[in-house]
């Protein structure tokens, strides 16, 4: 095998790779890590973060009538000198919060 041939071969599967990772992740929701980042620059506007989770499978959610894909996760935060701990609710499609409580 000519190593002209074999680079051709290495750099066509790299460009087919690249594309379909491209492909999949423009129509595939976020992911759980991007849910989880946004919603925790949404909470540390009020205080500094510590701890955080996220599910990393979709569930159903029903609110108002509404179906929903959703991440579920929580956050904890210190704010002046107390923890606070939040459950959330994100939408999975999209990444946008349905909901947030204080527990």
């Known amino acids: 095998m000519k190593i002209r ?4 071969g290495a750099a066509a599967g790299f460009a087919a790779g690249y594309v379909t990772k491209q492909v999949v992740e423009q ?6 890590e991007k849910v989880l980042e946004k919603v925790k620059s949404a909470v540390k506007k009020d205080g500094k973060i510590y701890g955080s989770w996220i599910l990393m499978k979709p569930e159903n959610y029903q609110k108002f009538d509404l179906n929903y894909q959703v991440y579920k996760g929580g956050i904890t935060r210190h704010e002046n000198g107390k923890p606070e701990q939040f459950e959330f609710i994100a939408d999975a499609t999209t990444g946008t919060i349905i909901d947030l409580t204080k527990k």
């Open 5 to 8: 041939t074999l680079l051709l």
């Open 27 to 32: 129509t595939g929701g976020p992911s759980p």
